[in-house]
C-alpha cells in the first residue's frame, strides 16, 4: 500500500507543459526539497529514473498492480483458500434465508420425533445448494481479477539511460518514461511528452468509437476533475494504441488509474436481490407464521378434547412441518436451472439463476451503444461520385467481413426506387474503380482474408488479424464489397505524408510493379500527365501516382478536375465542389463521417474522385428488437460517451426514440435520402432535442452531475439518451431507476461498463466484449444478438408463472393432507393413512410431479404481456382458493372412501389402501390441472410437456409397485385390489377434472390469476386503478402494517442478491 498520496491533480497534470510536468515529478524524487534543477528535469526526460529511486517511488506512491499485491498467486493458495472457505462462507450465508432457516428447523423437529429420513435430505439439499452457491459466488467475483489482464505485462521503458524492452508493467512507477508504439496497451495512467500522429483506441474505458488523437502539449481543463474525453494528452492503463508513436510520463499506477478506480467500485458494489428471492424470503416467513399458529390452535385443541398434551403437541408439531413446502427450493432452482439450459441454446449464457426470473419483470434497460447496440467496427455507408451526380450508392451489411454486403445504387430524383446492385464490370466500374483503388492506396490498415484461420473478431489479439484506423479498415472492406479487392500489393509505396490535424489530408505516392496501373483511370491521368508540364512529366516518369484521402472541403481545395464515367476527367468548377459539399453535409446530419479521395500524377493536378460517408451503425436486427421491447412495457434507454448528435442519430435508428409501431426504413434510403426527405429528417431530428412533457429527451453527463442526487430519479424520467457519460454516470444512472422503483437491466461490453453491470438488477454483457464486462454481468449473450435478450426476457416471465403453478399444486396437497388428520384428531376417528403412506404421499407432492410442474410450456399471451411489477405475491388470491378448493374436493373424495370402507369401525389394510390409493389418485389428476391457471384439462395440450407425463407415469408405476409388491405391503401396510375397486376409484377421482372445468369456466375471475398487463412504472399507472392483487398470506394486511401504498416500490427492493437456496 501506498504510504504517500500523491500531490497533483489531473487537471494540472494536463495543464503542465512536458517539462513543467518532469520538474514536478522529479521532486517526488528529491528527499527534503520541493524543488529541482533543471538538469534534473532534463536528466528524467532524457534518461529515465535510476534504479536507485525507484524503491522509494513505490514505497511512497505504490505499484502498478491492479490487485494492490504483487505477491498474489493463484497458483499459491491452498484448496482451503480456494474450495473449502467458500463453501463454508456460502453454507453461513444459507443460514441466515428465512426458508433455508425454517426447514432447518424442520429437520431438527424431525430427528427429535424419530423422523431421520427428512431430516437427511434436507441436509444434503442444503449442502448441495451452498456448494453451487459457491461455485457461482467465485465466479461473479472474478471481474477485479479479469482487470489485470487488460494491463499489459510488458512494455519499453526509459531507465538509467537505457531503453528497456519487455520491462513488466507491474515494476513501473510515478515518473516513468514509457515509450509506445503502434500495437501496444497502455500499461499505466500516462502525459504524454511528444507524439507522432498517435492515435489511441479507448473505447472500452469511454465508448468513444473512433480513436482519440493524443498531443503532448498542455491544456487547460474546464474543471479540476475534467472528464475522460477531454484529456487529449493523457493515456489510460489498458487502452490501445491504434497508430503513430509517443513518449509519455506515467502519472498513476495500480488502483490510482481509472481502470485501477473501477477496481475499486466493483469491490465496493454489492447485488441486490432478484423480486422472486424477496417473494420467496416473503413467502417463508408468512408460512412460519401460519405454521406456529396451527401448532397452538391443534394444541389447544387437543388439550380442550383432553388428549394427552404430549401426544397432542407431537401430532400438531408434525402437521406444521408437514405444512413447510420443503421441495419449494428445489423447485425454483430445477425451474431456473432448465430455464437457464433453454437459453444456453439460443446463446443466451446465464451465470446466476435468480436473474433469469428477474429478467420476467425488467421494465428498463440500459444500454452502452458501442459495441452493445453497434458493433465498434467502422461501416462504409453512402457513397457519392460526381461521375454519377444523379445517383446515391450505398453499401449493405455491418462490420470487417465484406461477405455480409454488397454495393448498391438509386436515383436521387427518384426516391422511392427499388435499389439495385452494382456491376462491378458495369458502365459504373471505370469512376467507382478509381474511387476504392484510391481509398486502398492511400490506406495504413491491414486484413486477413476471410478464408484464413486468424479471425477477424479476434479481440484479445489486436494488431494481428486486424491492424490499423477504423476508418481505413472500413475502406478496404468496402471495396471488397464493391468487387474492387486490395490493390496494394500491385503497388509499390514510394512516399507518405500522414494525415495531421492540421493537413487534414493524407497523401501516398506509389507506382506500379508492373509498370501497367490497375485502374483505367489512373493509367489516363498517368498518359495525360506526359503532355502536361515539365514537372508533371518528371514526377510521371516512372508511372507513379500520388494518391490522396482527407477532408471534403481540403481535398476538393486541391483537386481541378473530377473523374467521368469512362475514366476521363472533367474540370471541377465552383457548382461540383457545392454539390460535393451538400452530400457531404447531407450524410454528415446523419451521423457519418465523410472522406473524400483524389488522385493524380502531382499534387498540382488532382481529379477528383468521389466520397465516402461512414459509421459505426447499429448491429442487424436491433431496431426490431428494441420495438419488439418496447411493446412489451420495456423502457430502453442509451448510455454512451459520444456526442450528442451521434448519440441521437443512433437512438433514432435503434427505435429508442419515436413511436415503437413505426418500421425502420430500408437503410439504404435512410442514409442517402432525397433533398425532400432530408429535410423531413432534419425536422425529425430536431424534435428529438425539444422538450417532452418537461423534460429532455437526452442528458449529458455534464448535467447529471449537477442534478442533487435526491432529485435524479424524477428527473430521469423521459430521457431515453444519456451522452458525454462517465462510468460514475453509468451506474448513478441505474440507481436512479432503481429507486423510482424500476427493475433495471444494464447492457454493456467494455470496461466502463463493469460498475453498472454489477449494479444493476440484471447485467448483460457481449459475447465478444472485455472479459471484466463478462465477469461483472449476470448473463452472457454469446452471439451479441439483441433478439436473444428479448427472448430471454419472455423466458424469465414464464418462469415465474410455472412456479405458481408448482405451488398451487404442492400447497393443495399439504392443506389436503392437514385437514385430513386434523378432521380426524378432531372427531376422534382412527388415522386413515398410515405413517408410511404419508411419507409417499411426501414424495409424490416434492417429487418429479410437481418438479416438472416448473418446466411447463408458457402461454404465448403471457411472453408477449408487459413485465409484472416486481412487488406481485408470489401466492395471490386466486392461487390460494384454488388450492384450497382442490384440497377440499380430494379431502371429500377420500374420506367418503374412507368412511365406505370403515363398517364395522375398524380399520383394515383394504380400509387404509383404497383410501391410500383414492388420495395419490386424486392428487395426480390435480397435479394436471395445475398445468394451466386459466385453462380447462381438455384445453392442455397433453404431450406439451414431456418431463411431465414421465414424472406421473413413474408415479403410477411405483403407486403400483407399493400395492401389489409383496415386500412393499408389508412396509406400506397394503394389500391387493380388484380391478372393479381401480376403477371405482379412477370414476371417482375424474371428479377432480370436472370440478376444476368448472371454476375455471364460471368463476374465471376468482380462481385465475391470468396475466393481465401491469404498467410499467408508477408514473404510468391508471389513476383508477383496478383492486392491489394481495396476497391472502400476508399478515399485515390484518395488523394495519402494510405500509406498501407509503412508500415507493423501489423501497422493497433494498435487498441485496444472497446466496441463498435460490441463487444458484
Known amino acids: 500500500m501506498p504510504s504517500s498520496t500523491y500531490p497533483y491533480s489531473r487537471a494540472e497534470e494536463c495543464s503542465w507543459q512536458p ?338 426470473e428477474s429478467l420476467g419483470c425488467c421494465t428498463a434497460i440500459n444500454s452502452d451503444k458501442t459495441g452493445t447496440l453497434t458493433k465498434n467496427e467502422m461501416t462504409v455507408r453512402a457513397i457519392f461520385t460526381l461521375a454519377f451526380p444523379d445517383t446515391k450508392f450505398g453499401l449493405t451489411g455491418v462490420g470487417y467481413k465484406p461477405s455480409e454486403g454488397m454495393l448498391m445504387f438509386g436515383r436521387i430524383t427518384t426516391p422511392q426506387s427499388t435499389p439495385q446492385i452494382v456491376d462491378p464490370n458495369g ?53 471488397e464489397k464493391a468487387g474492387f479487392p486490395d490493390c496494394r500489393a500491385q503497388y509499390t509505396r514510394l512516399q507518405e505524408t500522414p494525415f495531421s490535424s492540421e493537413r487534414k489530408m493524407m497523401e501516398v505516392r506509389a507506382r506500379p510493379v508492373s509498370g501497367r496501373h490497375t485502374c483505367d483511370a489512373f493509367a489516363i491521368a498517368s498518359a495525360s500527365s506526359n503532355s502536361g508540364s ?90 426490431d428488437c428494441v420495438r419488439d421491447l418496447r411493446r412489451g412495457g420495456v423502457k430502453v434507454i442509451m448510455v454512451t460517451g459520444d456526442s450528442k448528435e451521434t448519440a441521437l442519430h443512433i437512438a433514432h435508428r435503434c427505435a429508442i426514440l419515436g413511436s415503437e409501431h413505426d418500421e425502420a426504413p430500408a437503410h439504404f434510403d435512410d442514409i442517402l435520402s432525397s433533398p425532400s426527405n432530408d429535410s423531413a429528417h432534419r425536422s425529425q431530428l430536431a424534435k428529438l432535442h425539444d422538450m417532452e412533457l418537461g423534460h429532455s429527451v437526452a442528458m449529458s453527463g455534464s448535467e447529471l452531475d449537477v442534478i442533487p442526487p435526491r432529485d435524479l430519479a424524477n428527473t430521469l424520467v423521459d430521457v431515453r439518451v444519456f451522452y458525454r457519460v462517465a462510468p460514475r454516470h453509468k451506474l448513478a444512472i441505474v440507481q436512479a431507476l432503481q429507486a423510482s422503483g424500476e427493475i433495471v437491466a444494464m447492457t ?92 409417499w404421499i411426501n414424495i409424490i407432492m416434492d417429487g418429479p410431479p410437481a418438479q416438472s410442474l416448473g418446466v411447463e410450456p408458457v402461454d404465448s399471451k403471457i411472453l408477449t404481456a408487459k413485465p409484472r411489477k416486481a412487488d406481485d405475491p408470489i401466492v395471490t388470491r386466486a392461487l390460494l382458493l384454488r388450492a384450497i378448493s382442490s384440497a377440499a374436493i380430494i379431502v371429500f373424495l377420500t374420506l367418503k372412501v374412507f368412511a365406505n370402507e370403515l363398517d364395522d369401525g375398524k380399520t383394515s389394510r383394504r380400509d387404509t389402501t383404497m383410501t391410500f390409493m383414492t388420495f395419490v389418485n386424486c392428487d395426480l389428476l390435480n397435479a394436471y390441472v395445475c398445468r394451466s391457471a386459466d385453462r380447462c384439462f381438455y384445453e392442455i395440450d397433453f404431450f406439451s410437456n414431456p418431463a411431465f407425463l414421465w414424472a406421473i407415469g413413474g408415479s ?58 401491469n404498467p410499467r412504472s408508477k408514473k404510468e399507472d391508471d389513476p383508477i386503478s383496478p383492486r392491489r392483487n394481495k396476497s391472502w398470506l400476508d399478515f399485515r394486511r390484518f395488523t394495519g402494517d402494510d405500509k406498501s401504498f407509503a412508500q415507493p416500490r423501489g423501497q422493497t427492493l433494498r435487498g441485496r442478491k444472497a446466496n441463498t437456496a435460490l441463487a444458484l
Open 19 to 356: 517539462e513543467e510536468l518532469a520538474r514536478h515529478l522529479a521532486s517526488l524524487a528529491t528527499t527534503g526539497s520541493t524543488s529541482t534543477s533543471i538538469a534534473s528535469t532534463t536528466h528524467l526526460l532524457s534518461h529515465g529514473w535510476s534504479s536507485r529511486q525507484v524503491p522509494c517511488l513505490r514505497e511512497l506512491y505504490g505499484s502498478n498492480n491492479m490487485t494492490g499485491d504483487e505477491d498474489d498467486d493463484e497458483s499459491k493458495k491452498s484448496i482451503m483458500q480456494t474450495v473449502v472457505l467458500p463453501v463454508l462462507s456460502s453454507l453461513s450465508g444459507q443460514l441466515k434465508e428465512p426458508l433455508i432457516g425454517m426447514l432447518l428447523v424442520s429437520a431438527g423437529i424431525s430427528v427429535i420425533l424419530g423422523n431421520y429420513a427428512d431430516a437427511i435430505s434436507i441436509a444434503i439439499a442444503l449442502l448441495i445448494v451452498s456448494l453451487v452457491a459457491a461455485i457461482q459466488e467465485y465466479r461473479s467475483e472474478r471481474a477485479m481479477e479479469q482487470l489485470a489482464h487488460l494491463v499489459p505485462h510488458n512494455c519499453t521503458v526509459l531507465r538509467d539511460g537505457q531503453v528497456k524492452d519487455e520491462f513488466p508493467a507491474k515494476h513501473l512507477v510515478v515518473g516513468d518514461l514509457v515509450l509506445l508504439a503502434t500495437g501496444d496497451r497502455v500499461p499505466a495512467d500516462c502525459r504524454v511528452v511528444d507524439s507522432v500522429e498517435l492515435q489511441i483506441n479507448e473505447s472500452a474505458l469511454t465508448g468513444e468509437s473512433v480513436p482519440v488523437e493524443k498531443l503532448g502539449q498542455g491544456i487547460v481543463t474546464p474543471t479540476q476533475s475534467p472528464a475522460l474525453t477531454d484529456q487529449t494528452n493523457i493515456l489510460f492503463a489498458g487502452t490501445l494504441v491504434n497508430a503513430g508513436r509517443g513518449r509519455a510520463v506515467v502519472i498513476a499506477t495500480g488502483s490510482n488509474t481509472e481502470f485501477g478506480k473501477i477496481t475499486q467500485e466493483l469491490s465496493t458494489m454489492t447485488s441486490r436481490k432478484s423480486p422472486l428471492q424477496i417473494k420467496i424470503d416473503e413467502l417463508s416467513q408468512r408460512l412460519a407464521g401460519f405454521s406456529t399458529a396451527a401448532i397452538v390452535v391443534i394444541a389447544i385443541l387437543g388439550w380442550i378434547m383432553g388428549r394427552p398434551l404430549l401426544e397432542t403437541l407431537t401430532v400438531a408439531v408434525s402437521l406444521a412441518v408437514a405444512a413447510i413446502p420443503e421441495g419449494l427450493p428445489i423447485c425454483v432452482t430445477v425451474t431456473l436451472a432448465l430455464g437457464t439450459l433453454r437459453m444456453a441454446k439460443r446463446d443466451v449464457i446465464v451465470k446466476q439463476l435468480p436473474v433469469v
Open 427 to 479: 458502365h459504373q466500374r471505370n469512376a467507382l474503380q478509381a474511387l476504392f483503388h484510391t481509398a486502398c492506396l492511400c490506406n495504413n490498415a491491414t486484413r486477413v482474408q476471410e478464408n484464413s484461420d486468424l479471425s477477424l473478431l479476434d479481440d484479445n489479439a489486436p494488431g494481428r488479424s486486424l491492424s490499423g484506423q477504423p476508418t481505413e479498415l472500413a475502406l478496404l472492406v468496402a471495396s
Open 534 to 623: 515539365p514537372r508533371q512529366r518528371r514526377a510521371s516518369m516512372d508511372g507513379s501516382m500520388f494518391f490522396v484521402k482527407g477532408m471534403p472541403e481540403k481535398v476538393l481545395s486541391e483537386c481541378t478536375t473530377h473523374v467521368t464515367p469512362d475514366g476521363t476527367t472533367n474540370a471541377l468548377g465552383e457548382d461540383g465542389k457545392n454539390q460535393v459539399l451538400n452530400q457531404a453535409r447531407r450524410m454528415g446530419a446523419k451521423g457519418l463521417r465523410v472522406l473524400a479521395m483524389a488522385y493524380g500524377p502531382s499534387l498540382e493536378c488532382l481529379t477528383f474522385a468521389g466520397i465516402c460517408g461512414m459509421e459505426d451503425p447499429p448491429r442487424e436486427g436491433v431496431a
Open 748 to 839: 454493456g461490453d467494455g470496461v466502463n461498463d463493469a460498475v453498472a453491470l454489477k449494479g444493476a438488477d440484471v447485467g448483460v454483457a457481449m459475447g465478444t466484449g472485455t472479459d471484466v464486462s463478462k465477469e461483472a454481468a449476470d448473463i452472457v449473450l454469446a452471439r451479441d444478438d439483441f433478439q436473444s435478450l428479448s427472448y430471454a426476457i419472455a423466458e424469465g416471465k414464464g418462469i415465474f408463472f410455472n412456479i405458481r403453478a408448482f405451488l398451487a399444486f404442492q400447497l393443495s396437497t399439504s392443506f389436503a393432507a392437514l385437514t385430513m388428520a386434523s378432521v380426524a384428531t378432531a372427531f376422534g376417528l382412527p388415522t386413515p393413512l398410515n405413517a408410511m403412506q404419508i411419507l
Open 956 to 1013: 403410477i408405476v411405483g403407486q403400483f409397485c407399493v400395492i401389489y409388491v409383496p415386500f412393499l405391503q408389508e412396509v406400506f401396510q397394503t394389500e391387493a385390489l380388484t380391478l372393479h375397486d381401480l376403477l371405482y376409484i379412477i370414476a371417482l377421482s375424474t371428479s377432480i377434472l370436472w370440478f376444476d372445468t368448472l371454476r375455471k369456466k364460471f368463476f374465471p375471475t376468482v380462481f385465475s390469476d391470468g396475466f393481465k398487463p
